[in-house]
């Protein structure tokens, strides 16, 4: 009986370890094919530490079984998104692949990758909130 107790504690231990990570960050949209100039979904993405009202500024929070990233916009940042939303509907034309310094700040342990798809849009406290899924491409970040 106190092995299975040792064990118990030892697995509650671990998983209170995982939460979401959320970090600031500039993107631009389009299709990187296309120099990010025509075309849809997110094209390039890079940490900031800027607070300022820029409309390329976002948040990315990464969920803790590293399968959903929220990208988070201000409803100020619409025009941004000019064309990229169609029904409710974010789209991803092309995967991309999140750099190096994104996916590490987020706590990844591989690179992050969104498959191109369609992905559902909210609105909520003046946010935009698309759920784009990921997918792991194997390289130690670590």
């Known amino acids: ?3 299975l107790c040792i064990i118990i504690v030892l697995v509650c231990s671990c998983v209170s370890l995982l939460a979401e990570v959320t970090i600031r960050t ?3 949209f389009g299709a990187k094919k296309k120099d990010c100039l025509k ?6 993405a890079k940490t900031t530490t800027n ?6 500024l976002t948040s990315l929070t990464l969920s803790d079984d590293e399968s959903i990233l929220t990208l988070r916009l201000s409803r100020a940042s619409m025009d941004e998104l000019d064309g990229q939303i169609n029904n409710d509907k974010f789209i991803q034309d092309d995967d991309y692949t999140l750099p190096v310094e994104v996916s590490g ?38």
Not at 39 to 44: F, I, K, T, Y
Not at 116 to 137: E, F, I, T, W
């Open 105 to 142: 700040a987020l706590g990844a342990m591989d690179l992050l990758v969104i498959p191109a798809g369609s992905y559902p849009v909210q609105y909520k406290d003046g946010a935009v909130l698309v759920r784009l899924s990921v997918k792991s491409r194997p390289t130690d970040l670590r």
């Open 1 to 3: 009986m106190k092995r």
């Open 51 to 56: 607070e300022s009202d820029n409309t390329r």
């Open 26 to 28: 500039e993107v631009s």
């Open 39 to 44: 075309g849809l979904g997110m094209c390039s």
